[in-house]
């Protein structure tokens, strides 16, 4: 594979990201619906003073009701996050085996540099990648975990809300019912907008929910997978002795830059110790791994496994190939 190739190669890869992306958002947004019809169903059933009442039977219930329903949208959260982060990582690791792999081959050097290990390596890369996911902390000092069920935690309390703007608003059950419905699938002013005209006071308590219940996991969720490919990127480039140890911070499509990440991708390259961190939520920038000379690479592996001292070659064999 040349170099041209491998750019190609790597760009289609990355394409995925958002494609993937996307899918995890649907999915997400999918298990808010369904934690929202739960929701409604059972405000359909009730007199909703009762749901308002904290000693009631059926606030308890409902309660009960909300907590199982915010644990089903972190339990989904948590599912597709990590699945998805491994399908985008496998995606670009293909390019690296791919490259390296025939690099060996053209340079003969099979017998101390097995395909598989190269595969094995990638595997192993994209194994921590994903742990790394689960066990950071984020500045906030919580890890992935706890953000995902504090942000899915806040889907009881926006429940809450609507019920007592709905009550306020002298709204029946089954129309509070549908209002939980239509907010959760279209947000608050989908929802203030089957009110009609605001009763008196009802203004006070429809302020306080959100716009968007599913929004924060969203935002997140993006970051989250952001941000671990921007990991993965990084130690897929290390994993190989095709790449220079130089990065490029490469620039999302659409969407205008109005942040640091344009001077980032103007400062690029990076060596690794100086690639900047995630700069910000829903930063959706990528980074590349630079490659060597292909023409010196391949003369330096030829060199390498005819018994040449290569020093770049000799260090990632030791410290990376056979640790991998
Ligand atoms: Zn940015
Ligand atoms: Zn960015």
Redesign the pocket.
Do not use: D, G, K
């Given at each position: 594979m040349t170099n041209a190739e491998y750019q190609k190669q790597y760009r289609r890869a990355r394409q995925q990201f958002p494609k993937l992306t996307q899918r995890a958002m649907r999915d997400i947004l999918r298990a808010y619906r369904t934690a929202g019809k739960r929701a409604s169903k059972f405000v359909a059933g009730s007199l909703v003073e009762g749901l308002t009442t904290p000693t009631a039977k059926a606030y308890v219930a409902f309660q009960g009701e909300l907590k199982k329903a915010a644990e089903a949208i972190a339990g989904e959260i948590e599912k597709i996050t990590p699945v998805t982060v491994k399908k985008a990582a496998d995606a670009t690791a293909e390019v690296h085996v791919k490259y390296l792999g025939e690099a060996v081959e053209t340079a003969e050097a099979g017998a101390k540099v097995a395909k598989s290990g190269i595969k094995n390596l990638y595997v192993g890369v994209n194994d921590r990648v994903v742990r790394d996911l689960v066990s950071r902390t984020s500045r906030s000092g919580y890890t992935f975990s706890k953000s995902v069920w504090r942000t899915a935690g806040d889907f009881p309390v926006q429940m809450n809300r609507v019920i007592e703007a709905g009550i306020a608003q002298g709204r029946d059950a089954i129309d509070i019912a549908r209002d939980i419905t239509a907010y959760v699938n279209d947000g608050k002013t989908a929802m203030i907008k089957r009110y009609g005209k605001l009763k008196r006071g009802v203004y006070g308590f429809a302020q306080r929910i959100s716009d968007d219940v599913s929004w924060q996991a969203l935002r997140l969720v993006r970051s989250e997978l952001?941000m671990s490919l921007q990991n993965a990127s990084v130690a897929q480039g290390k994993a190989t002795c095709a790449a220079d140890g130089k990065y490029d911070?490469v620039?999302?499509s659409g969407g205008q830059?109005k942040?640091?990440?344009g001077t980032?991708?103007d400062n690029s390259p990076y060596g690794e110790s100086r690639i900047p961190g995630y700069?910000?939520p829903?930063?959706?920038?990528t980074i590349t791994p630079r490659l060597r000379d292909e023409k010196k690479f391949n003369a330096d592996l030829k060199r390498w496994v005819e018994g040449e001292k290569v020093s770049h070659i000799d260090t990632w064999y030791k410290n990376v190939y056979k640790q991998g």
């Open positions: 952001y911070w620039l999302s830059h942040c640091v990440c980032l991708a700069p910000h829903n930063c959706r920038c």
